[in-house]
T-cell receptor, first 112, second 111 residues
Framework: AQSVTQPDIHITVSEGASLELRCNYS??????LFWYVQSPGQGLQLLLK??????LVQGIKGFEAEFKRSQSSFNLRKPSVHWSDAAEYFC??????????FGKGTRLHILP | DTAVSQTPKYLVTQMGNDKSIKCEQN?????MYWYKQDSKKFLKIMFS???????INETVPNRFSPKSPDKAHLNLHINSLELGDSAVYFC??????????FGPGTRLTVT
């Protein structure tokens, strides 16, 4: 069965510091992989996606993610975070039986 | 222009009532979804329609009934509301099997 694990429930970083959010997946074939961001009281916005090809994917708002098949990981990175990046981040994998499965999310806190 | 819209944004109602949430997408996508997000932010798919045909029906109480009058609309009707139904309900659409685009959510509070 497909699954997504985001090991960190909360992460706190200082403004201007670099960020890495972890995502591990279980999937029987080459997956489609996604990162979404949810600001408080808002819907989910797609940051980036991986379908095939280059394993380093660039997204919006200065985010990037790297697909590592050998580690079953798709970690999200940003070189320098801004206070406005404080939000909930979701990794997702699919599709299997038309379903895209979401991880439980990582809450990012930014220290001024 | 709003890509995926939902109404209402907030819904407060009493146990036992029946309520509906409406969703519309103007992206021309062929697939629409309902997701439920609980108080711990866990996001779980409930239903999916592809070209008005139900293709995903997760283990959801049959008090929940989706209806898709056309491929741009997917409504969710909930009968006999219970306290445990309180959550945020997200509609989404995609061009199958690609990434879903989400609406702003409907926060349902059952008292």
């Amino acid at each position: 069965a497909q699954s997504v694990t985001q090991p960190d429930i909360h992460i706190t970083v200082s403004e201007g510091a670099s960020l890495e959010l972890r995502c591990n997946y279980s999937y029987g074939a080459t997956p489609y992989l996604f990162w979404y961001v949810q600001s408080p009281g808002q819907g989910l916005q797609l940051l980036l996606k991986y379908f095939s090809g280059d394993t380093l994917v660039q997204g919006i708002k200065g985010f990037e993610a790297e697909f590592k098949r050998s580690q079953s990981s798709f970690n999200l990175r940003k070189p320098s975070v801004h206070w406005s990046d404080a939000a909930e981040y979701f990794c997702a994998v699919g599709p299997r039986d038309d379903k895209i499965i979401f991880g439980k999310g990582t809450r990012l806190h930014i220290l001024p | 222009d709003t890509a995926v819209s939902q109404t209402p944004k907030y819904l407060v109602t009493q146990m036992g009532n029946d309520k509906s949430i409406k969703c519309e997408q103007n992206l021309g996508h062929d697939t629409m979804y309902w997701y439920k997000q609980d108080s711990k932010k866990f996001l779980k798919i409930m239903f999916s329609y592809n070209n008005k045909e139900l293709i995903i029906n997760e283990t959801v109480p049959n008090r929940f009934s989706p209806k898709s009058p056309d491929k741009a609309h997917l409504n969710l009707h909930i009968n006999s509301l219970e306290l445990g139904d309180s959550a945020v309900y997200f509609c989404a659409s995609s061009q199958r099997p690609r990434e879903p685009y989400f609406g702003p959510g409907t926060r349902l509070t059952v008292t």
